[in-house]
């Protein structure tokens, strides 16, 4: 039997706010990201521990979808 693969979209994340003055629990979101400038933009996988990640700081990020 043949293990398939499903095919796992991207998520674009840009940071579109400073993490100073937010809890330090966001800002550690931020980092295990790969975030901690505005304006940078990281592609990760579309997994459920990227959308917790995502959900929890949304006042300081911008998602995208992105076919990969």
């Known amino acids: 039997m043949t293990a398939r693969k499903k095919k796992i979209g991207q998520l674009k994340i840009t940071q579109v706010r400073s993490g ?4 330090e629990n966001h800002k550690r979101i931020l980092a295990g990201l790969g975030l901690g400038k505005i304006g940078r933009t990281v592609v990760r996988p579309d997994e459920p521990c990227t959308r917790g990640m995502v959900n929890k700081i949304p006042h300081l990020v911008s998602v995208e979808e992105v076919e990969g």
């Open 20 to 23: 100073i003055g937010c809890k």
